[in-house]
Every structure is written in structure tokens, then in C-alpha cells.
């Protein structure tokens, strides 16, 4: 498997607009979390990356909702290659693994291009106003390097938002497999990214 580095969009970016189709057929938009701090974290279903955290991350994303974070999934993976990431699989994978916030479906890959996303899972903390304060690693585990899943890094970030402080500015990347771009609609910034 190809490990792919998250591109590590500029701090301070403002949070790209989306309107996207959630598991349950309602549309969801960046915009209905106004004045709450957002997680956007793109991610899909077969992803070992993914799997590996898949647990966690449902439990982080319960434990910090109800603190005040908005939260969404979203696949943007190339469903004609890739059918185990579409839409009906991922409302099936959002009830097994207990995912609590919405978990949308990125059809024409133009919000993972918005977001300059690269890989399963990359993570984007952005504050109340909506500015990027955090992109990277959920923590330092990894499929088979025996590192525990903590989510430490994440939390840390996410900890300092939620309580109106500085996030910490060395930011260690996510890596995962790459989003599986349509053919010929692979993002020009993608061929830069560096791998693992």
C-alpha cells in the first residue's frame, strides 16, 4: 500500500464551502456550523488507514460533539473503481462503526480539491471563524508499527480550540492511502505530495 502524506493546507485558510448528500439523504453544509469549531476529516471505508482507526474515531467523534465540535466525514474516493466507498456502503459502514456526525459523499471530488485533501484519513481543524488552525495526524499510530491509538495529536489541537487558546504550531502530517482520484482528474498539487 502507497502511503501519502496530507498536503498541509496553509494555517489560517478559510474553510472551502460544501454542500454534500450525508448517509441519511439530507444535504449538509459547512454553513449550518456557523460560530462552532468544525472538523472536516476525509476518510472512506476500505481504507486500511481508515480501519485502523475506525474505532477511535468514532468514539472521539462522540466524546467531542457533545463539547461543542462540529464534525463531518467525507469520501470523495472514485466510487467506479472504488463501488466498496459508495454512498449505500458508506451508510452501511456509518451504522457498524457507530459514527455519530455526518459521513458525506464527495461525488465530483471538488471539495477534496477545495481542501487540497490528499489522503484516507486527513483531518482539517478549523476554529469559530471557520480559519484552519490544525492539519495533520490523528496521532502517530500507524497499521503494524504497534503504537497504541490515542488520538493525541488531534485532541490536543481540538483541546486548545475549545478552550480559546493557541494550537500548537508544530503539526505533523496525516498519512494514509491517496484519494482514489477519477481518472484524468487527478489535482495538479496531487503529483507533488510527498509519500511515505
Given at each position: 500500500?502507497?502511503?501519502?502524506?496530507?498536503?498541509?493546507?496553509?494555517?489560517?485558510?478559510?474553510?472551502?464551502?460544501?454542500?454534500?448528500?450525508?448517509?441519511?439523504?439530507?444535504?449538509?453544509?459547512?454553513?449550518?456550523?456557523?460560530?462552532?469549531?468544525?472538523?472536516?476529516?476525509?476518510?472512506?471505508?476500505?481504507?486500511?488507514?481508515?480501519?485502523?482507526?475506525?474505532?477511535?474515531?468514532?468514539?472521539?467523534?462522540?466524546?467531542?460533539?457533545?463539547?461543542?465540535?462540529?464534525?463531518?466525514?467525507?469520501?470523495?474516493?472514485?466510487v467506479?473503481?472504488y463501488?466498496?466507498?459508495?454512498?449505500?456502503?458508506?451508510?452501511?459502514?456509518?451504522?457498524?462503526?457507530?459514527?455519530?456526525?455526518?459521513?458525506?459523499?464527495?461525488?465530483?471530488?471538488s471539495?477534496?480539491?477545495?481542501?487540497?485533501?490528499?489522503?484516507?484519513?486527513d483531518?482539517?481543524?478549523?476554529?469559530?471563524?471557520?480559519?484552519?488552525?490544525?492539519?495533520?495526524?490523528?496521532?502517530?499510530s500507524?497499521?503494524?508499527?504497534?503504537?497504541?491509538?490515542?488520538?493525541?495529536?488531534?485532541?490536543?489541537?481540538?483541546d486548545?480550540?475549545?478552550?480559546?487558546?493557541?494550537?500548537?504550531?508544530?503539526?505533523?502530517?496525516?498519512?494514509?492511502?491517496?484519494?482514489?482520484?477519477?481518472?484524468?482528474?487527478?489535482?495538479?498539487?496531487?503529483?507533488?505530495?510527498?509519500?511515505?
Open positions: 500500500m502507497v502511503k501519502t502524506a496530507s498536503t498541509m493546507l496553509p494555517i489560517g485558510t478559510k474553510a472551502p464551502a460544501f454542500a454534500l448528500t450525508n448517509v441519511d439523504g439530507n444535504q449538509v453544509s459547512n454553513a449550518q456550523f456557523a460560530g462552532k469549531p468544525l472538523l472536516v476529516v476525509f476518510m472512506c471505508n476500505h481504507c486500511p488507514f481508515v480501519v485502523h482507526l475506525r474505532s477511535a474515531l468514532a468514539d472521539f467523534g462522540k466524546e467531542y460533539q457533545a463539547k461543542g465540535l462540529a464534525m463531518v466525514g467525507i469520501s470523495s474516493n472514485d467506479g473503481a463501488p466498496q466507498d459508495g454512498p449505500d456502503k458508506m451508510k452501511e459502514e456509518a451504522a457498524a462503526a457507530g459514527y455519530t456526525f455526518p459521513y458525506l459523499f464527495d461525488a465530483d471530488q471539495v477534496a480539491k477545495a481542501y487540497r485533501a490528499a489522503c484516507t484519513p483531518f482539517f481543524l478549523f476554529d469559530a471563524d471557520h480559519s484552519l488552525v490544525y492539519r495533520g495526524q490523528f496521532d502517530s500507524r497499521p503494524g508499527n504497534g503504537k497504541p491509538v490515542t488520538g493525541a495529536d488531534l485532541r490536543a489541537a481540538v486548545a480550540v475549545l478552550a480559546g487558546g493557541e494550537v500548537a504550531s508544530e503539526q505533523l502530517p496525516s498519512i494514509g492511502c491517496n484519494i482514489k482520484w477519477k481518472a484524468g482528474s487527478e489535482p495538479e498539487y496531487f503529483t507533488g505530495v510527498a509519500a511515505e
